[in-house]
């Protein structure tokens, strides 16, 4: 980086900017990695003074929690080489739609936002909402469950660990809104998408022509469905051909939603272009629904506590923890 002919061709040509820009960032990336294992190697020389010490100055049950400690960072560091994608260092950006079954399925679909909501916490990854149709009822935390939710996990990573939760998610408990207690099953369709930060140039060059979008100005609602902007600032781009729809109220600006909601709407075009082989938009004209196909894990809270995952058959019947956000477990095991 501190070769002068570098910067000296930026002068020059304008569109060797780009090439420098991703050098410095692959460096900051080699920084931080370097800078990871220099931590590992620390930790571990403490570890061994520790152990060359007399035993009295510090218990085994902190040796072996250190241990832990640097053993889940080896971990940690043993999964990022194994993403391989060019979005995986990404951050995420998700949807959370409830299925059918009324109040159960919109609580449910609220819980799983909590649940990603803390394991993003534990790793001080950013959550940001999007867009968010609420429930005209509170859960029992006096929460506003959500019809559907869309937001951005931001961190670095936040892509590759969590691209695996996209699928239905079922659960299976004694129903909280039923008089008579009986237990009820309830689905939530997950979508996760990269951010659109590494799809910039992609989606600056796809090109959705005026009549094949349908745009809606509505107003940002607040819980139970009140309107708290009295100004139309909330935006919903729907794509005609295929019926993909994306929508942004986040911001005050209408202006800004709008572009919020169009550069998410084009990457679920692009998605769906990768996963169809189509190179061209204008072939894109097949109409797309939602994937409630088979689920991906279960989640039951009655008459015993389990939550499985079906795609690695990883268990657990610590089901609090998991909602909780304590999904390194299944996580982890999907990506392996």
Same mark, same amino acid.
């Given at each position: 980086?501190?070769?002068?002919?570098?910067?000296? !061709? @930026?002068?020059?040509?304008?569109?060797?900017?780009?090439?420098?820009?991703?050098?410095?960032?692959? $460096?900051?990336?080699?920084?931080?990695?370097?800078?990871?294992? %220099?931590?590992?190697?620390?930790? $571990?020389?403490?570890? /061994?003074?520790?152990?060359?010490?007399?035993?009295?100055?510090?218990?085994?049950?902190?040796?072996?929690? =250190?241990?832990?400690?640097?053993?889940?960072?080896?971990?940690?560091?043993?999964?990022?080489?194994?993403?391989?994608?060019?979005?995986?260092?990404?951050?995420?950006?998700? !949807?959370?739609?409830?299925?059918?079954?009324?109040?159960?399925?919109? /609580?449910? #679909?609220?819980?799983?936002?909590?649940?990603?909501?803390?394991?993003?916490?534990?790793?001080?990854?950013?959550?940001?909402?999007?867009?968010?149709?609420?429930?005209?009822?509170?859960?029992?935390?006096?929460?506003?469950? @959500?019809?559907?939710?869309?937001?951005?996990? %931001?961190?670095?990573?936040?892509?590759?660990?969590?691209?695996?939760?996209?699928?239905?998610?079922?659960?299976?408990?004694?129903?909280?809104?039923?008089?008579?207690?009986?237990?009820?099953?309830?689905?939530?369709? @997950?979508? @996760?998408?990269?951010?659109?930060?590494?799809?910039? *140039?992609?989606?600056?060059?796809?090109?959705?022509?005026?009549?094949?979008?349908?745009?809606?100005?509505?107003? !940002? !609602?607040?819980?139970?469905?009140?309107?708290?902007?009295?100004?139309?600032?909330?935006?919903?781009?729907?794509?005609?051909? *295929?019926? $993909?729809?994306?929508?942004?109220?986040? /911001?005050?600006?209408?202006?800004?939603?709008?572009?919020?909601?169009?550069?998410?709407?084009?990457?679920?075009?692009? =998605?769906?272009?990768?996963?169809?082989?189509?190179?061209?938009?204008?072939?894109?004209?097949?109409?797309?629904?939602?994937?409630?196909?088979?689920?991906?894990?279960?989640?039951?809270?009655?008459?015993?506590?389990?939550?499985?995952?079906?795609?690695?058959?990883?268990?657990? #019947?610590?089901?609090?923890?998991?909602?909780?956000?304590?999904?390194?477990?299944?996580?982890?095991?999907?990506?392996?």
């Amino acid at each position: 980086m501190s070769d002068p002919d570098l910067w000296k !061709s @930026v002068k020059e040509k304008e569109s060797n900017r780009e090439s420098v820009e991703k050098k410095i960032k692959e $460096l900051g990336e080699l920084n931080d990695l370097t800078k990871k294992f %220099k931590e590992i190697e620390e930790e $571990l020389n403490e570890i /061994d003074i520790f152990l060359a010490k007399d035993s009295s100055e510090i218990s085994t049950e902190e040796i072996l929690k =250190k241990l832990k400690k640097t053993e889940s960072k080896l971990s940690q560091l043993e999964i990022e080489n194994l993403f391989t994608n060019e979005y995986d260092k990404q951050s995420a950006i998700f !949807s959370i739609y409830a299925g059918a079954g009324g109040q159960d399925a919109e /609580d449910w #679909a609220g819980m799983l936002f909590e649940m990603y909501s803390k394991f993003s916490e534990k790793r001080s990854w950013k959550i940001k909402i999007i867009d968010e149709n609420l429930a005209d009822f509170q859960s029992k935390t006096g929460k506003y469950p @959500v019809k559907d939710i869309t937001f951005e996990i %931001k961190g670095n990573y936040a892509f590759g660990y969590l691209k695996k939760e996209s699928g239905v998610h079922r659960l299976v408990r004694i129903s909280p809104f039923s008089s008579e207690k009986k237990r009820h099953t309830s689905f939530a369709l @997950v979508e @996760v998408l990269p951010d659109i930060t590494q799809l910039q *140039t992609e989606a600056e060059n796809l090109k959705i022509p005026e009549s094949d979008i349908k745009i809606d100005f509505f107003r !940002s !609602s607040g819980p139970g469905g009140q309107n708290v902007n009295k100004v139309e600032t909330a935006v919903r781009i729907t794509h005609i051909p *295929t019926g $993909l729809s994306a929508a942004s109220q986040v /911001d005050r600006s209408q202006i800004k939603n709008r572009e919020q909601a169009m550069n998410l709407l084009k990457i679920k075009l692009l =998605k769906l272009m990768e996963k169809n082989e189509i190179k061209e938009l204008d072939k894109m004209r097949v109409k797309v629904k939602p994937e409630w196909g088979s689920q991906i894990r279960s989640y039951v809270l009655h008459p015993y506590k389990m939550v499985k995952d079906h795609r690695t058959n990883i268990e657990t #019947a610590q089901a609090e923890k998991v909602l909780n956000g304590e999904l390194d477990e299944f996580i982890e095991a999907e990506i392996k």
